[in-house]
């Protein structure tokens, strides 16, 4: 009897852990939820489109950066959900605050940089978490999972910002 409890559990908490990781891994392409707002950005900032691409470009190297830190994270005594929940956070806020103020560019890509940081955290987290929180078993097929789900993430990100863009204003595209 005992012993089926415990096997219960552990596939509760293997379900459950996977999920989590699965959740992470959605978070890996937040910063392109903007593409589809590039033209209408250019517009309302007299840019170029060029200038506008900063706004997926540059999360790109804070992506790298967040790579270099979780590294020295992972490590420490900092937990591992922690850690997701921060970058979680950090993608959430810093995605939602051009909707609180979006009259100056720069603050924009302060913004997606900050954003860049925290879906880098969640990339880097997923593969550390399928390491240290799941049993050997398990691994291989979250590691697929978590591509698939990166994946899914994107098409949500961008498909819902062009549908909140074509809405209104462009900065809906903010609400993703």
């Known amino acids: ?66 790579g270099l830190m979780m590294g020295k994270l992972t490590t420490g005594k900092l937990k591992l959900k922690t850690i997701a929940l921060w970058s979680i956070l950090c993608v959430v806020v810093d995605g939602f605050l051009p909707l609180a103020y979006h009259a100056s560019f720069i603050f924009l890509v302060m913004c997606s940089c900050l954003v860049g940081l925290g ?25 697929g999972l978590t591509t698939t789900f990166v994946n899914i993430g994107g098409m949500i990100f961008i498909m819902g910002g062009g549908q909140l863009a074509t809405s209104s204003n462009w900065f809906n595209n903010y609400w993703i």
């Open 1 to 66: 009897m005992n012993k089926e409890v415990n096997a219960t559990t552990s596939r509760r908490y293997i379900s459950k852990t996977r999920i989590g990781i699965l959740a992470v891994s959605t978070m890996s392409m937040a910063s392109l939820a903007i593409t589809p707002s590039y033209a209408a950005i250019a517009n309302f900032f007299k840019l170029s489109h060029t200038g506008v691409q900063m706004l997926t470009t540059l999360p790109n190297i804070f992506m790298m950066l967040a």
């Open 119 to 143: 879906q880098g955290a969640c990339t880097n987290l997923a593969q550390v978490m399928i390491s240290e929180m799941l049993p050997k078993n398990e691994r291989q097929s979250t590691m």
